[in-house]
T-cell receptor, first 114, second 113 residues
């Protein structure tokens, strides 16, 4: 079974600063995908960024980037130039290449302050 | 809109009652997923459909929970004899295929009194 661990229940960052959210996972699979989802108070889960395990290059999406360390089973999210609209719950999620279903961590609540 | 929609947005029911939660996926998406999100937790997988058939229902907690997708589009999650522990947000997602990005709906908040 796969597990996803987010050890930071809450984080705070000032506007325009950089913050890193941590995620570790455990799996015996070799082919899998990792995701970061954002969930604002509206409850709508929004995909932030996706990483395929077979790709060595870290994924980037505008102000969002990941640090994927496959051997360490670590997948952190870096948010640069934080904006007030980044305030939300952030969930790390895992999907095997065959199972399709997502396994989520418990989330990190990020507050961006002025 | 072209996103995943879920109805109702909120549902309050009494212990022991039957409820149905509806999900309208993005048109053309063959895969549909149901997740349950309890307060302060991440979503937990319940079931997913590929077309009309349930490809994996290993996350359904017990036989009070059942889901259908008769025409390969709209899906209904059915909960019999509701219990207070069923209170949660039920999220639906759809995907154009297996391992593709899952697009989530806004969820249905179920409260069992």
């Amino acid at each position: 079974a796969q597990t996803v661990t987010q050890s930071q229940p809450e984080m705070s960052v000032q506007e325009a600063e950089t913050v890193t959210l941590s995620c570790t996972y455990d799996t015996s699979e070799n082919n899998y995908y990792l995701f970061w989802y954002k969930q604002p108070p509206s409850r709508q889960m929004i995909l932030v960024i996706r990483q395929e395990a077979y790709k060595q290059q870290n994924a980037t999406e505008n102000r969002f980037s990941v640090n994927f360390q496959k051997a360490a089973k670590s997948f952190s999210l870096k948010i640069s130039d934080s904006q007030l609209g980044d305030t939300a719950m952030y969930f790390c999620a895992f999907e095997t290449g065959t199972a399709s279903k997502l396994t989520f961590g418990t989330g990190t609540r990020l507050q961006v302050t002025l | 809109g072209a996103g995943v929609s879920q109805t109702p947005s909120n549902k309050v029911t009494e212990k022991g009652k039957y409820v149905e939660l509806r999900c309208d996926p993005i048109s053309g998406h063959t895969a549909l997923y149901w997740y349950r999100q309890s307060l302060g937790q991440g979503p937990e997988f319940l079931i997913y459909f590929q077309g009309t058939g349930a490809a994996d229902d290993s996350g359904l907690p017990n036989d009070r929970f059942f889901a259908v997708r008769p025409e390969g589009s709209v899906s209904t999650l059915k909960i019999q004899r509701t219990e207070r522990g069923d209170s949660a947000v039920y999220l639906c997602a759809s995907s154009p295929g297996l391992t593709g990005e899952q697009f989530f709906g806004p969820g249905t908040r179920l409260t069992v009194l």
